[in-house]
């Protein structure tokens, strides 16, 4: 076993690529006898992603028509000596995770249109099968309006395909009430690192079933999911209230994250910081929702530091339900909470309104041409009772006049997640809570030098994590060693790599991860 990950090289340090070897490459992908398409010119969209920082020239692009299209081209991959394959969602990837140099990209996007069945269930429930390429927004779309339910479990993006956050975790604001949406699959259609299509859950296959939850693409490329449905409210009361001390942010979100479900209890919960100004990119002028609604800076505290705190609140209802009656109830729930009084925003808005939000957000980016830019994000886990600490070295220090975007942290409940799954989280000994922290810049400058400015900051809060030992895990993780990786992983692992020796022994899939590198040998024909 030691022999297999100490083989760890990352695969733009491998060195020159033969010449002779691309050409038998090629010979060995026009043998492919595919549904789909392949393609040599077309390939540059597919060697750089959303984060816009890292770039790979791929030999080829795949666009499969089926599943079985994807098991051949793994299967092609591993004739060969030294081809990956790297199974490209909607291209949000930061880090490169979804690139492959001169190896082969999938395309997953070109099967968008694979749902299968939605199955109704006792009561309001059900489930949906659904293609691992299909984006989530449209998944979305076809189940509210087609049948009047929705998953339960969200991203705040929903320009993501299914396999793609099913092979991190997916986490949103509903995440504290039902887990992430790797807790909310109840089968899935994988095709493994030696080509072989499989369909796995929690009693069948279920090694491979909840290796590839969070498993970053390294055991199998996910075809199909099988996503658990509720009904969908027909209205969302939006609601995000204002905090100058982070204990008092904290105490409240944990409170609300820790209440069970029902009519006295909010189905959203997130929150961000924001800088205590009235910069519009980074201040007050975040918080409300339109212009009608004004930020009275003199409700703040003179004893507020150069950072604010905002909690994000969404109640679900109905739309025959009395307004009267709902403010009713929204007023009792927020009664109990600690926020600045009179900076408070409400806002009502249809379902689907509100779970498309960040796509208003989109449309605004790529107008102004500040979405193709590059975007050094960075997204932690990080222990409740090292929270206090990262807020005042982190927040209040080094991030104090914001990063060009939203700071988003929040508190998820550990009891919601399976630890089956091949995600790490904080160690947290003894703590149900812990917080996502999602620094998401969106860089308005081209400029190279401020870009490696941001990346260098990035890595100056992952090292004081560090050396401070917080207790924390990179979410969408990204390293460049194998004692970094092992570091991440943790006490998982040894199983993790246990379940890459079984499902991709060739180390053909993600290589864009980084974690594994290739072997030279090939599988029997």
């Not at 004739?79 to 949000?92: E, F, I, K, Q, Y």
């Not at 293609?131 to 479990?153: I, Q």
């Amino acid at each position: 076993m030691i022999a297999f990950w100490e083989r760890f090289v990352p695969e733009n340090d491998t060195g020159a690529y033969p010449e002779d070897e691309d050409t038998t490459n090629t010979s060995l992908c026009l043998s492919l006898e595919l549904q789909g398409s392949l393609d040599f010119s077309s390939t540059a969209a597919a060697g750089k992603d959303f984060g816009g920082i890292y770039h790979k020239k791929p030999l080829a692009v795949i666009r499969p028509a089926s599943p079985v299209d994807v098991a051949r081209v793994v299967k092609v991959a591993s004739l060969s000596s030294n081809l990956t394959v790297a199974a490209r969602g909607n291209g949000h990837s930061i880090n490169g995770q979804a690139m492959t140099d001169r190896g082969l990209v999938i395309d997953m996007r070109a099967m968008d249109d694979l749902i299968h069945v939605v199955t109704f269930a006792a009561g309001d429930s059900g489930y949906v099968d659904v293609g691992g390429g299909m984006l989530w927004e449209d998944v979305l779309r076809r189940c509210v309006l087609g049948f009047g339910l929705a998953p339960r479990s969200w991203t705040d993006y929903l320009g993501l395909t299914v396999g793609g956050t099913l092979s991190n975790a997916g986490v949103s604001g509903q995440a504290f009430r039902y887990g992430p949406q790797t807790s909310n699959v109840t089968e899935l259609e994988v095709v493994t690192g030696k080509g072989e299509t499989m369909v796995c859950s929690e009693t069948q296959n279920p090694d491979l079933f909840f290796g590839v939850l969070g498993g970053l693409g390294q055991f199998g490329i996910i075809t199909r999911a099988r996503v658990l449905l509720q009904k969908a409210p027909d209205m969302v009361r939006w609601i995000r209230v204002v905090y100058a001390e982070f204990e008092e942010f904290t105490r409240d979100a944990e409170w609300l994250v820790s209440q069970e479900e029902g009519r006295e209890s909010f189905d959203y919960v997130e929150g961000f910081a924001f800088v205590n100004s009235d910069d519009p990119v980074n201040g007050w002028p975040l918080v409300p929702f339109h212009s009608g609604q004004r930020f009275d800076p003199s409700c703040i505290p003179r004893t507020a530091g150069p950072v604010l705190y905002c909690l994000e609140l969404a109640l679900h209802h109905s739309s025959e339900d009395h307004s009267i009656t709902l403010d009713k109830v929204v007023g009792q729930m927020l009664r109990q909470l600690r926020y600045c009084r009179n900076l408070r925003f409400e806002v009502s808005v249809g379902f689907m309104e509100f779970l498309l939000r960040v796509k208003q957000t989109e449309q605004a980016a790529k107008a102004s041409g500040i979405w193709d830019n590059p975007h050094p994000w960075l997204n932690l886990f990080v222990s409740k009772s090292d929270m206090i600490d990262f807020d005042r070295a982190v927040f209040k220090k080094i991030l104090r006049h914001g990063i060009g975007g939203p700071m988003l942290v929040y508190p998820l409940r550990r009891s919601k997640w399976d630890s089956r799954t091949s995600v790490v989280l904080p160690e947290g000994l003894g703590e149900e809570i812990f917080y996502l922290i999602a620094l998401l810049r969106f860089n308005p400058s081209s400029s190279g030098v401020e870009v490696e400015e941001q990346v260098a900051q990035n890595e100056e809060i992952v090292r004081w994590c560090r050396e401070k030992g917080l207790d924390y895990k990179q979410y969408l993780p990204h390293y460049r060693n194998q004692d970094q990786w092992k570091r991440h992983f943790g006490k998982q692992w040894t199983r993790f790599v246990d379940r890459k020796t079984w499902f991709d022994p060739l180390a053909l899939l993600s290589p864009g991860q980084s974690i594994f590198s290739r072997t030279t040998r090939s599988l029997p024909g």
